[in-house]
């Protein structure tokens, strides 16, 4: 094995969540012979889907293999093969490819006497829950969905009424409703683990591993409860009324009685005691020491996590925040651990967006008793000790930033009788004029000054600014060097997401490299097939809490990703997990802001050992995929500073995040893409980023109170979100932009362009692809060297069309043809296709010939045919040529190859 491979199965375990374990249900006992229910067995998802979850694997262990592999265990191999003689008659569904997998799978029928033959064999039954969601599509309220369907809780009733021990798995992305829990002894979310996944969950059923892992997120006892489900799904506007009240900050505190497990809840297998040492306090900080003592009987490991109890003041405040939290080693039993957490009281301080206080648009330490609760969830905790801040503490002055402009209203709390009642008030609208503000803070323009030789590796060696190189750069230079170019541009590794800076000749002469960028967050996504390791959910790794692991995990990945010449992988996505419903939560760690914030920055942390980095998106308030493009997430500026932003301010100011993709959706009535005081006044102004902003791939752009449109350019390069992802051809402005025209008119100034150019150019100096790297253009799919054969599918002349249609294009696969080149050259190479499939689906396909592969990545075409051309170089004879899916869903009419110079281009 791998590190890379311990380390995901590790994060695997300690990911996974034990909500209940009765009638000691739980470990799996040497000798025991299980049945598996439940037909994800066959089939485990390793991931959600949407671009988040396009890992080309070698491999994926399902949840039978890892405990067929586990010692002293056994599983039913009787009813496994009942199960695979099912799967012939009924198939997995894959679904018609992006956005369009099913929820959840058919599932087979449990009689009687099934459970009854295998209830025989077996004392402990194991009921196995799939579900899919993902990128452009939300999970649903519905059975199959958010429910169990109608199968799986027959399938649930009938195993109960059979067996002594029934244990239930979610192999999810997102939470589930529980309300049937009372259905089975044993509950846990293994999530999605990766292709490591089966042997991460055979380690902790079995007991290797003691389960350790904690809800990052409340459960309901009802969806109704989520208050984010009032506005949640609108298609326009999703109004945030509960402000920051967000998961547990809600129900602790207006609703304690609807949860069904709290935030940073889990079992062990074993017990454990903690006691509070001491509690120190200074000026700035505090620190919280716990011995924690493992009182039971096999090892295991404990999270101590430390709340705050912020006095109500004026602004209001919910009963707990998380503010610190600490893993214990394995602990043995018997053995003691001292652990301290210490905490700055300012992470405590509160944004104040009415003036409430008195002081508006600053963040502030409300005069008051602050109680410091430590303990084993948000639920189980005990007062620690407090502190008392005499007098309001101001302790940041910033800048009012994309207030409302339409009225709103949030809620706030009330004390009624000694209780906190929700109650609503109105949000505070905007003060200022935002097109006022981004004309009076203009940067200068740099004189044009031609070529004065000037490298970019000489700004990095330090024998020239990056003023005096960016002098160079002509009009046409600046409006190229904003564009990126993809998905799969040939420019950078094959099957990428996206290429950007040194991307047209000029701009590579002036020494620019080519950077290249490819998602994430699970692993590197590489459309032409190239395999990767696919690394456990988002979700998962935030119910670690464990910050080194994470870390240790993504210093692995940084290592992968550096050694296919990528210098930024797109993730961690550290979006809020506002609703159970949003279909990217398996990418998105927490409910919790302080929570995702740690994990984001132990990940970029891991990363930067390897000079590569992280792309954290999808900045901000990304929390709906239904109608992602068109939607505005409408909210107080105070839930937007310390919910929806603050994970991103932490993973810049403790991750040192140097690239960030803005969201398709806008804040406020802005698209972030455009949004001038998300990228610029907070971001770089109060944040002091100093890296790259990319756009979501054709993510659309505004200025206030205008459309969003994939064009605008202009409103993007005056934001200061620097790359506009992706074009089809940087130089030939394929997107048809209006930066050219906004330049002339006035309403862009070379003085932003360039300095949009200077956060590119500064990301590429400080990024492997600034030294040489090899040429790219290999087949990173499986290598097909089988001579060829004497049958002769096709044959290539100077002018030929090949019909491919019937082909079926599902994901992963692959199909072969034997061709014959009868000159050698230069072809355009014209594929011919459509979809059934919306706007942003992204459905790639891939031809490799003996030394050329091109990558064509569809966008879905609503069923129109479309072209897309590429230039390769064919040699003259007889070779394979390989059409590989990266994704469902193309339906592929012709190829073309159409010879335009006897000569091969390199
Ligand atoms: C997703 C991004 C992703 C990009 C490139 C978009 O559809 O929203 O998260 O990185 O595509 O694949």
Redesign the pocket.
Known sequence: MTRMQELCRAAGTEGAVLLKNANQALPIQKGEVVSVFGRIQLNYYKSGT???GLVNVDYVVDIPDGLRAAEGIAINEELYQTYQEWEISHPFDKGKGWAQEPFCQEEMEVSDELAQQAAEKSDLALVIIGRLAG?DRDSEAVKGSYYLSDGEEAMLRTVRAHFNRVVVLLNVGNLQDMSWDHLCDAVMYVWQGGQEGGNSVADVLTGKVSPSGKLSDTIALSLDDVPAMKNFGDPDKNAYEEDIYVGYRWFETFAPEKVKYPFGFGLSYTTFAWKLVSFQETVDDFSVTVAVENTGSVPGKEVIQVYAGIPQGKLGQPSKVLCGFAKTNVLQPGQEQEMTVTVPKNVLASYDDSGVTGHRSCRVLEAGEYLIYAGTSVRDTQIVSQFVVDELKIVETLTECMTPKIPLQRLHPKMVDGKLMPEMEVVPQRTYDLMERIASRRPADIPFQGDLGIKLKDVKDGKHTMDEFLSQLTDEDLACIVRGEG?CSPKVTLGT?GAFGGLTPHLKELGIPAGCCA??PSGIRMDCGTRATSVPSGTLLACTFNEELNEALFEEMGAEVNKNRIDTL?GPGINIHRSPLNGRNFEYFSEDPFLTGKMAAAQLRGMHKHGVTGTI??FCANNQEYRRTFISSDMSERALRDIYLRGFEMAVKEGDARSI?TS?NAINGIWAAGNYDLCTTILRGEWGFTGIVMT??WAKMNDEDEEATVKNTKAMVRAQNDLFMVTVDALKNTQDDNTAESLANGTLTRGELQRSAANICRFLMNSPCIEERKKTNVDGGEEDDRPAEEKLDFVIHEDTVLDVRGIEGTRGTSTIYTVLTIKEGTYELTVKASSEAGG?A?IPVTISMRHHTATFSFVGTGGETVEKTSKISLDQGKEYLKIYFGQSGLDLQELHFHKISDKKED
């Open positions: 949407g671009s988040g990128e998905m997401a998602d994430g797109l998106k999808h993709m398709y979501d791939w942003v992204q």
